[in-house]
C-alpha cells in the first residue's frame, strides 16, 4: 500500500510538472532501487553467516557477474553465471590484478566471496543490507569503500550504494541493479599504456570512485538550468506553480548533499591520512576526487541557497500582489459607496424633499458626484495609490 | 494536577490526529514513565547513601531480577525475587561473564549491587535519578553506559532510561520498567557457536546497545511515511490541519534527536578512543553501531529539513489562496459597483430627469452595463487576475 | 529615571500575565540586584587598591560574614559583624579547612582579605566589579571562580554573581546579597561523616557549584510547565497574548542560557584539564557538575526550540483565520452584490421598462434571485471555499 | 556626490529618530572619520616608501604629536610640531619607556619613525591605510596592533582606527583624528606609585586597550536602555517606527560586533599564545581585557538576538491586527448587505408586488432586518469573532 | 538555445535596473568567459595527455604568450605567437627567474609546457578544465594555485580562473581570456629597484594573488553604493522593485563569497603552514594578502547580513501598508453601509410607511446619518484607527 502512495505522488509531481510549458528542463526525481527483501531483524546476529537466504544460491545467470584480470602483461575480461564458477576461475600465469564485480546483491554470493577472500562478516553484512551511509571501513588486511551511484536514467534519478572491497591483488565491487557509469574505464582498461596496468591497483578504485563522483556534474547542471528557468520565470512572471517547484528542487538538492557530505570525508580520509592504505603515487589522483566532491558540495549548498532566495523573493512578490489587490478593490470601493449613498437619499419616497422639485437638481447631482470621483482620486494619487508601482 | 493537564493535551493531540482520515500513519508520541518518587534533594550529599528509601527492600518479586551466565560451556538463565537471593547466588563452576538484569529502579537494590561489585556512588546516583543525558563514564575499575530505550508499544512511543555497568565479569542492567528489545539476544546466547560465548564481555555491551540503536529505524520509517502522507497532502489538498501535524512531528523529532546525539559521542569514544575499555576485536562492531548512530541522525536532520520545508510551502500556499481569495473579492465588488450605481441613479426621484422618460433609456442602461462589465472584465484579464492560476 | 522606566514595564508584563487566568504557572522575570555603586570608572588603574570606599570600613553587621572551620575533628561555625573580627579569629588547634562566606559586596572588606590572603587585585576587582562573565580564572596559589546563583525568590527570578576563592586551605565565597542555596551544605558540614571532613577543600568548592547548577532544575521544569499551557492553549484557542508571553520566555531563556554557557565550559576546565587545580579524588563529582550543566544547556535549548515552533504554528493559525475571514466576507459579497443590482434595476423610476408592468416579473424576479445564489454556493462548494476547514 | 546623499540619509535617520518623543533615549550612529587621501593603488608595490605624499612633510603643527618618557625615576611629558624634533629629542638620563602618540595619518611622519626605528615597512603601511581589521602582527623585533577606538562624541558613534606598535623601549600609537579616551592613563603616568613605572612597557600597551575596550560598556548600555524603550513601546503601543528603529540598531549592533570580533582573537592571542611577546606578569592583565571582549560580544549578541525576537513579536502583533481590521470589515459587510438587499427589494416598482400593498409590510420588515441582524451577531459571538481579543 | 534564455534574462534585468532612475549605481552581474569547447569526459583518462585537441595547436598569435625573464641584472619582456617559440627561447645568461603569461586555455600549449617543465599532468587538467574550486596543490617540485579574477569590465563583473604554477625558477600564470589586473606588475618589474628584482620567486607570485584579491575593494564599494541607494529608498519611498534587487545582490555576493571563500584557505596556507614553499622573507606580505582576504570575507559577510535586514524590513513595511489599505477600506465601508441601507429603507415602496408624509422626516434622516458617521468616526479614533500613523 505504501507503495502504491509512493506511485500516486510520483504521478502528480510528473503532472505538476509538466503542466509547465515554460520550463526547458524539469526537476528530476530519486528513485531508488526496490528494499532487498532480507532485511535484518533487530537484535539478530550480526554478521552475514545468519542472514536469511544464505544458504541458497541464486538462480544462474540471474545476478551478472563480470572478472577483469588485468596487469603489464594483459587484460582478460570473462563473465560468468555464478559465483562458484567465478571462484574456480584460476589467475592468468602473468599475475597482475583482478577485478570482481557482481551487478545485484544476494547473501549467498557476498557470504561465498567472503569465505574465499576471508573480509570481515561486518563488511559483507554492510554490503548487503543497503542503504548505508557512505562510508570508509579499514580491517586489517582489507578495506571496505560504500559510496552512491547516483544516475540519469530515462529522466529519473537513480540511486544505488556501491561498495567497494579492495583486499590484496583484487578489488570487488558490488551494485545493487545491473547497469554503472564505469564501461568507459572496462575500454581503458584494454590500453596496454593505461596507468591501470602499471599502477598499485588503488589506482582502478580511485577511477571508479571518480567515475561516481564525475557523474554529479551533469546532474548539477540540469538543476542550475531548472533554477534558471525557475529564476527568470519568478522574474517576469511569478506563478503559484512555482513555490511547489522549489519545494521538489529543495528536496532533492538535501538528499543529494545527505549523499555527498560523507564522500567529502571519506577522499579526505584516503588523501590526507596517515593510516590511509592508498599509496603515494595515487593518493595524488585521490586528491583530485577530493576536490571535486568539495566543489559539488558547494555547487550543491548554493543551488540550496538560491532555492531560499527565490522563496522569500516569490513570497515578498505575493505580498506586493495582494497589496496591489487590495489597494484596487479600496479604491473602487471609496469611489463608489459615496456616490452611490447619494443616489440612494434621493431614490428616498418622502414626500417633502426640496431638492426633488428643483430644476436643476440632476446636473447638480452629477456635479457632486464628479467632484467627489475627482477628489478621491487626487487623494489616492497623493498617497502614493495610483500611478506608481 | 500537572499530570492531569498532560492528559488533556494527549487526548486532544490524539483527536486532532484521528480526525484526520487520509494520513495512513499517525504520528507517535512520546510517553515517559512516571518520573520516580525518589528525587534528589538540592545541595544534598552526592551518592546513592543518603538517598530516600535506600535501606528498605522492595517487596519481594515487584522488581524482576534476571541473572544469565554464560560461557564457552554454557548458559544458565535464573530469575530472582529479591536482590539478596541474586547476590548469594554462586557463579557456575565452568567461570564464564555473568549479566545481571534488573527491570525497576529501586535504591535499595542498586545500593546492594554497589555494595557487592564496588562500583562508585555517583554512577549508582546517576542510574536512580532518571532522566540522565545518554553518557559514558569512565571509572578506574568499571564503565557506565546511560542511553535511553525508545520503543513503540501500544502506538505509543515509551522511552526510558537504560543503565549498563561493566565491572570486571559482570555486565547489570538497570531499566526504568519491565520490557525491553533483548529477548533476541538473550535467546541467542544460549546458542553455544554464538559469539557471545567466545568474545570477551564487552561484545554482550555492544549487543545490547546495537539492539537499542536499531530500533530507532522502524520508528523513523514510522516518520518517514507520516511525511510523506503529509506532503501528498500539502500539494493536493492542504488543509490547516497540517501545521499542526508538523508543529508535532517537529516537536518529537527534536526529542529524538536530543536523546540520540549524545549516543553518537558515547559510541564514538568507545571505538576510537586510546581510552576505550573495549577491546580491539569488539570494537569493530561498535564502530557498526556508531556508523548506525551517525545515519540515524542525519535521517532525524533530513526529515526536520523536511519538516521547515513543508512549513514554508504551506505557506506561501495560504498566501496564494488568500491572493486569489482577494482577487475574487475585488472582481466581484469592481463588477458590481459601478452598475449598481447606474441603477441607483435612475431610481433618483428628481422631478427633471430627461433620460427617464426617453423611450430607448432601459436598454441603453442595459447596454452601458454590459459594456462596463465587459470592459473591467477584459481590464482584469490584461492584468493576469482571471484566466491564470 | 531609568529604574522608574523598568518598573512600569515589570508592572505592565505582571499585568499582562496575570490576565491569562488559564495559564496555570506563569513565566518568571530575572531580577538583578542593584548595581553596586562603586562602578570602575574607564582607564582607571585596574586593581582594588583604587576603589572608591576602599579604605571606609561599612558599618558593622551591614554586611553578614560567617566562618567556618572544619576538618576530620571538628566543624566551627562563628559569625561575625566585621572584617577586622574575622581576621583576628585564630584557626582551631585540630586544623581543617575554613569557609569564609561574606554576603554583599564592599570595597574594604575584599581589599582587607586580599591583604591577608594574598590573592591577585585583579581577582579582587571581579569579585567587586559586578556583573562579570562566569569563569574559572587560575593564579599560581589560588583560583578564581565567578557563577551566577539563580534563585526563585517571591515568584521572582534573582540571579546574583557568586565569587569562589580557593586559596590554601581556605574557600571564601563573596555573594552581592544575602541569602543562599547552601543551607543544606551547611547542616551536612556538621555530619561527622561528611565527605567533606575527609576530602580536599576543593569537595567543599564543589558542592557549592553543584548546589548552584542543581537550582536550576526547577525553575526549567516551572518553564516547561508553562511551554505546556502554551501549546495547549495555542491548539485549542490560540490568542494574541500568546506571542507576547512566547516573546517573554524567549527572552529569558536567552538570559538563563547566556548565563549559563560559560559555567559548562568552566567545568569542563576543572575535570578534564591537566592544570586544572581539582584532585583526582573529586574530579569525578566535578565531572558529575559538568554533567548536570550540559543537560541543562540542552534543556534550554531545547525550551527555545519549542518556542520558536511554537511561534511558527501561531503565525500559521493567524494567517489561516484571517484566510477564513476573507473568505466569509467574499462570499457574502458576492452573494448578495448581484442580487442587490438586480434589485436596483428594478427600482429605477425609466417609464419604458417593459418588465416593471408584467405580472409574474415578481416572482420570476425571486427565482433569479434564488438561482443565482445557488449557483454561486454550489461554485464555492466546488472551490473548496464553504464546508471545509 | 556619494556625500552628499550620505548626509541625507543620515539627515534623514535624525528625524525619523527625533519624531519619536517617547523614546528617552535615540540609537546613536556610527562616523567613521573621512577617507584619507592617500588610497593605496591596486598592484601598486607594498609598504610605504611608494605612498603618495611621502616625501612631503605636512605643515608644522597640523598633526598633533606628544611623546612622553617614563619610568621608575620620573615622567616627561613634551609636545611637538613635527616629526624632525621629535626625533631629535634625546632621551631622559634615567632611561625608561618611550611613549609616541601620533593624532593624525601622514605619510612623511609614519615613514620618517619607520627609518628611525626601523619597524616593517607593511606595518607602516597598514597604519597608514585605513581601515585595517583589528590585527595583531607580530614582527621579529616589533608587534603591530590595530583596534578600533569607538567614542561617543556629540552624541554620534566615532570609531577611528589605533595603531600601536611596540618596539624595544618605545611604544608608538597612531590615532586617525586628535581626541582619545587615554586622559587617565596620561594622569596616572604622572604618579610615581603607578604600575606604568615598574612594570614592562607591556603594561602601558595593555593599558591602552584596556581602555578602548571598557569604553565601549557605557554605549552598549545605551544600546540597552533604547532597546528596553522599544520593547515597552512594542507591548504597549507598536507603531510602525519600530521597525525601522530594529532595523538600524541591527545594522549598528552587527559594525560593533564586526569590530570588536577580532579583538577578542587578538587579546586571545596576547594572553595564552605561546609567542606572545607580553610578559607573564602583565598576560594577567591582559586575560582581564580578554575577558571583557569575551563579555562585549556576549551583550552585543544578546541585544541581536533581542532585536530578532521583538522584530519577530512586531510583525505578530501586525499580523493580529490586520485579523482584527479584516473581521471589522467582514462583520460590518455581513450585517448590512443583506439588509440593504431586502430594502432594494420593496423599492422596485413592479405593479405586482403583494407586499406592497399589505398593512403591516412595514413594521414586519423591520422585524426581518432585526431577526437578520441579531442572527448574525450570534453567529460571530459564537464564532468568537466579536468579544475575544 | 541556454544561451539565448540567458541573455533574454539579462536584458530582463538591465532593463529592470534601468528603469529605477534613483539609483545612482545599479548592482553589477557576473559574466563567466564561454565554456571551453574541450570539456572532460566522465570516467576518462585523468591527465592532460587524452584531453581533445592536445595534437592539435592553436593557430599562430590566437592566443598571447608573453614571457619575462627578469633578475638583479635586468628585465627583458618578449611576446610570443606560438608555444614552440617561447620553449626554445634562451634564458639571458645573467640568470633570474622567468614569468610565461598565457592568455588562453589551449590543450596543446599547456601539454608542451608541461612536457618542458614536467609538472604534473593532473595539475595541467585542473588548468585546462575550468571552472576549478580556487585551491593550492603542493607537488614535490611544485605548487599550483587557483584562484578566481574578478575585474569589472564594462559595468559588468567578469570572472575567470588564473592558474599559477611557481616550479623552479620559472612562474607560469594561465588565464581564460586577454586582459589582467598585473599591468602595473610589468612595469614595476622594470624598476631596478624593485622587489621583485632582490626577492625570491614567489615574491612575485605574492604580487600577482594581492593584485587580484585587492581588485575586489573597488567592487565590494559598488555594492555598498548600491546597498546605501536601496536602503535610503527603503527608508523613503519603499518600491517592489527593492525586493528584486536585494535578490540579484544577494545572488551576487554569494557567488563572490564563493569565489573568495577558498582563497582564505590558501593564504593562510602559503602563510602559516610548515610545509608552504614560501620563503619566511615572503610569507609576511604572503600574510598581507591573507588579513586583505579575511577583510573581504568579512565585507562580503556584511553585505549580505544588510541585504537580510533590508529584506525583513521591506517585508514588514509592506505589511504595515496592507495594514493602512485594509483600515482605509474597513472605515469607508462602516461609513457608508449603514446610511446607505437607511437610504434604501425609506426607498421602499411599502404603501404603509408612516415616517414618509411626515413633514420633518427628510431633514431628521440627514441628521441620523451625519450622527451615525460622527460616532463612527469617533469610536474609529478611539480604537486608533484614524489619525496615527
Given at each position: 500500500?505504501?507503495?502504491?502512495?509512493?506511485?500516486?505522488l510520483q504521478s502528480h509531481l510528473t503532472d505538476a510538472v509538466s503542466s509547465i510549458g515554460k520550463l526547458v528542463s524539469a526537476p528530476l526525481h530519486f528513485v531508488r532501487p526496490p528494499k532487498p527483501t532480507v532485511a535484518r531483524k533487530i537484535a539478530s546476529s550480526p554478521g552475514i553467516e545468519h542472514a536469511k537466504g544464505v544458504d541458497v544460491p541464486p538462480?544462474?545467470?540471474?545476478?551478472?557477474?563480470?572478472?577483469?584480470?588485468?596487469?603489464?602483461s594483459?587484460?582478460?575480461?570473462?563473465?560468468?553465471?555464478?559465483?562458484?564458477?567465478l571462484i574456480a576461475h584460476p589467475r592468468p600465469e602473468w599475475g597482475g590484478f583482478r577485478w570482481i564485480n557482481i551487478e545485484g546483491l544476494h547473501p549467498f554470493i557476498i557470504n561465498e566471496l567472503r569465505k574465499t577472500y576471508e573480509f570481515h562478516t561486518l563488511a559483507a553484512e554492510d554490503v548487503l543490507h543497503t542503504p548505508q551511509r557512505p562510508k570508509l571501513e579499514l580491517y586489517d588486511t582489507h578495506t571496505l569503500i560504500i559510496v552512491d551511484m547516483v544516475r540519469l536514467k530515462n529522466?529519473?534519478?537513480?540511486?544505488?550504494?556501491?561498495?567497494?572491497?579492495?583486499i590484496g591483488d583484487t578489488l570487488i565491487t558490488f551494485q545493487e541493479t545491473p547497469g554503472d557509469v564505469w564501461d568507459?574505464?572496462?575500454?581503458?582498461?584494454?590500453?596496454?599504456?593505461?596507468?591501470?596496468?602499471?599502477?598499485?591497483?588503488?589506482?582502478?578504485?580511485?577511477?571508479?570512485?571518480?567515475?561516481?563522483v564525475d557523474n554529479i556534474y551533469p546532474i548539477l547542471e540540469r538543476y542550475g538550468d531548472v533554477l534558471n528557468d525557475l529564476e527568470e520565470q519568478a522574474m517576469e512572471d511569478p506563478k503559484p506553480s512555482i513555490q511547489q517547484h522549489i519545494y521538489l528542487i529543495k528536496r532533492e538538492l538535501y538528499a543529494l548533499r545527505r549523499s555527498f557530505w560523507p564522500?567529502?570525508?571519506?577522499?579526505?580520509?584516503?588523501?590526507?591520512?596517515?593510516?590511509?592504505?592508498?599509496?603515494?603515487?595515487?593518493r595524488v589522483f585521490m586528491r583530485d576526487v577530493h576536490d571535486h566532491s568539495l566543489q559539488i558540495i558547494e555547487l550543491i549548498e548554493s543551488s540550496r541557497e538560491m532555492c531560499n532566495s527565490l522563496q522569500d523573493f516569490y513570497i515578498s512578490v505575493v505580498s506586493n500582489r495582494m497589496n496591489?489587490?487590495?489597494?484596487?478593490?479600496?479604491?473602487?470601493?471609496?469611489?463608489?459607496?459615496?456616490?452611490?449613498?447619494?443616489?440612494?437619499?434621493?431614490g428616498m419616497n418622502f414626500e417633502h424633499i426640496p431638492e426633488l422639485g428643483w430644476q436643476y437638481s440632476y446636473p447638480v447631482f452629477w456635479g457632486l458626484c464628479i467632484t467627489t470621483t475627482i477628489g478621491l482620486l487626487w487623494y489616492f494619487k497623493r498617497e502614493g495609490w495610483i500611478g506608481k508601482k
Open positions: 500500500m505504501a507503495k502504491k502512495k509512493k506511485n500516486t538462480e544462474d545467470g540471474s545476478i551478472p557477474i563480470q572478472c577483469i584480470d588485468f596487469g603489464k594483459g587484460c582478460e575480461k570473462t563473465d560468468f553465471r555464478n559465483v562458484t564458477d529522466e529519473a534519478l537513480t540511486s544505488e550504494q556501491v561498495s567497494i572491497i579492495v568507459p574505464i572496462r575500454t581503458r582498461l584494454q590500453n596496454p599504456d593505461a596507468r591501470f596496468r602499471r599502477y598499485p591497483l588503488w589506482y582502478l578504485a580511485y577511477a571508479l570512485i571518480d567515475a561516481i564522500v567529502r570525508e571519506l577522499t579526505s580520509k584516503l588523501t590526507f591520512d596517515e593510516t590511509s592504505p592508498v599509496e603515494k603515487k595515487v496591489e489587490v487590495m489597494k484596487a478593490l479600496t479604491i473602487m470601493a471609496s469611489l463608489f459607496m459615496p456616490i452611490t449613498f447619494f443616489a440612494g437619499i434621493y
